[in-house]
């Protein structure tokens, strides 16, 4: 089975500063040997609860309990696995990864292929729109949608002609694999072979962060196709659910301006940037979804929607807005005329008009209101079914804060009183717990528990020895300790994990350690037990009555079910069992003096 070479790993993980690697997402400020932030993976705008220990190489949230190392944090903010990870960091440090196996190779190869065949397409999109061939294209960009040349070359913008195979023989002609071409998205098949799929469309390339192209978006121009907008697929490098268009270009002013605006399309997108306002991104055609979030918080909490003016539009912003109240990010909500975009709104009215109503758009809560109400002209109002609408999204809200803040706003807006509002929201909270344990009693049994007559906090004393920098006390565990005596699913884990480093010149190293246990949880038990060691001053002594108890507790439990047993037992003096209870007893008995000579 293919795999990195873990050669390749240490290399990967001594080379990558983890506040270097978090910095990049979260926004860290140091107090003494930490550094704190607020958490990228739970809901809180204003306690910085996560840490990060650079000496040691981890991370951890004091309220959310999350924690890892630099591959745990690259992992859960790109949704990756562990090699594809690893080639992240790989790559962001300059380092060739040894990489064992064919399968492994190939498809790193074929990703490779991919991104170097979206490349060669967007040159080539771009090389058509400048020629005969493009001239309408052009024309319609420059003329109609009034963009500036600087703008189109900026964003690499292009134009596929109503070719089938042109571009299809181009990238053979390059000699990229079969493979890769079917995966990359740009062709379609069908019986008579491979076709181009974007045929006579303005092409917008989407780039990721380090400004590789992934995708493209396909726009109609010169006639009413029914698919005025076609789509890539998802791909190998493309996850439309964690990208944004316009992030490569744009990224630099919303570091420095701390605000982003999110509009849905790709000329809205470069119209703004055009006008000066360079601080926007574009959701692009796809769902605004929980990925997306997580990007916008590597940048600012500070987030405006401004959406198309339609019906359609309306009702896409109230569902980002509420997804991001869910994130704890209370946006605003930018507001324009029916039959309007932000790209036509900038070409008619210009900048200064759009940045007045930005100044004036509203929260999620106001801004549902007026469009309920506008929906609702030609009748009355209905209160209560006003309120059911925002508690079906509210619902899904942790943040006490904003829960509290949008109850009080519905409560203003429709003269009921918060407490009736609060209560109807408890009732519905309510129903909803009682139909998850109903569907999740089944799960619960499958988790990895701790069990409550276990001595955990035993347990927990135990794992912070094993990463003591005395190299007296490791060696003492090694040779004495009984992995059996930990009846912990997760302490036996990590010891297992630990053990063979026990003998170290130098503690284990828990950022590796992390990197051999694959249940989540155990891993951010590990974090827990270790995150403050240099808290805790051991000694030899501790050591020796932490293996002392761990074995007693063995001992006891194993005389407990033999006096059970002899209980039940028809025959009232049952040597065997008798025998072994006497020997149990003085096993017990000697504990304390066994360890007196290491």
């Not at 301006?257 to 360079?278: F, M, R």
């Not at 896409?316 to 704890?328: D, P, T």
């Not at 900038?346 to 109503?357: A, C, E």
Request: aromatic share 10%.
């Amino acid at each position: 089975m293919a795999r990195i070479s873990e050669q390749s790993i240490d290399q990967v993980r001594q080379a990558a500063d983890i506040v270097d690697v978090i910095s990049k997402y979260v926004e860290l400020k140091q107090k003494g040997k930490h550094f704190w932030g607020l958490c990228p993976f739970h809901s809180d705008t204003r306690a910085t609860n996560f840490c990060v220990t650079p000496d040691m190489g981890i991370y951890k949230c004091y309220a959310c309990g999350a924690g890892g190392n630099c591959f745990t944090f690259i992992r859960e903010q790109e949704n990756l696995e562990f090699v594809d990870a690893v080639k992240h960091l790989a790559e962001n440090y300059n380092i060739t990864l040894d990489i064992k196996g064919g399968d492994s190779k190939k498809f790193a190869d074929t990703k490779s292929q991919i991104i170097a065949i979206h490349q060669i397409a967007t040159d080539y999109y771009k090389e058509i729109l400048f020629s005969n061939v493009g001239k309408d294209a052009l024309n319609y960009l420059l003329k109609e949608r009034e963009l500036k040349k600087s703008l189109i070359d900026e964003f690499h913008v292009g134009f596929s002609p109503d070719s089938y195979d042109d571009l299809l023989k181009l990238l053979r002609s390059e000699s990229f694999s079969s493979e890769a071409m079917k995966l990359s998205g740009l062709f379609i098949q069908s019986e008579k072979g491979y076709y181009n799929r974007f045929r006579s469309r303005i092409m917008f390339p989407i780039h990721d962060y380090r400004g590789n192209v992934i995708a493209f978006n396909g726009r109609i121009f010169n006639s009413d196709h029914p698919s005025k907008y076609v789509n890539s697929p998802e791909t190998p490098i493309y996850n439309k659910s964690n990208v944004f268009y316009g992030i490569f270009q744009n990224s630099k002013h919303i570091r420095e301006t701390k605000k982003i605006v999110l509009v849905e399309g790709q000329t809205d997108l470069i119209q703004l940037t055009q006008a000066g306002a360079n601080y926007c991104l574009a959701v692009s055609g796809t769902a605004f979804t929980n990925g997306h979030v997580n990007i916008l918080k590597r940048y600012t909490n500070n987030i405006y929607i401004a959406f198309d003016g339609d019906d359609a539009g309306k009702k896409a912003a109230l569902k980002c807005g509420y997804i991001l109240s869910e994130n704890a990010i209370e946006p605003k909500i930018i507001t324009l005329e029916d039959g309007f975009d932000p790209d036509d709104w900038i070409r008619k009215y210009g900048l200064d008009t759009f940045n007045q109503r930005l100044s004036e758009s509203k929260g999620v809560i106001n801004t549902h209101y007026n469009f309920f109400s506008n929906l609702n002209a030609h009748g009355s109002l209905s209160a209560n079914e006003f309120i059911q609408e925002c508690l079906n999204e509210i619902i899904n809200i942790k943040d006490p804060i904003i829960r509290e803040i949008m109850i009080k706003e519905v409560s203003e807006l429709t003269s009921i009183d918060q407490k009736n509002i609060l209560q109807v929201l408890n009732d519905k909270e309510s129903r909803k717990t009682n139909y998850q344990n109903q569907n999740n009693e089944s799960e619960v049994e499958n988790k990895p528990t701790i069990k409550s007559n276990l001595p955990e906090k035993l347990y927990d004393d135990f794992i912070r020895l094993c990463f003591s920098k005395d190299k007296k006390i490791r060696e003492f565990i090694f040779t004495n300790m009984n992995e059996n005596w930990l009846l912990s699913n997760y302490h036996k884990t990590i010891y297992e994990s630990t053990y063979i480093h026990l003998k170290g010149e130098s503690e284990p190293a828990v950022n590796v350690i992390i990197d051999q246990i694959e249940n989540k949880e155990i891993k951010n038990k590990l974090i827990e037990l270790t995150f403050d060691l240099d808290k805790i001053e051991p000694n030899h002594l501790m050591a020796v009555d932490c293996i002392i108890r761990l074995e007693q507790h063995i001992l006891k439990n194993s005389l407990t079910e033999l006096r059970d047993k002899l209980k039940s037992s028809d025959d009232d003096f049952d040597d065997n069992v008798l025998e072994q209870l006497n020997s149990l007893e003085k096993q017990i008995s000697q504990l304390k003096n066994k360890y007196n000579e290491q």
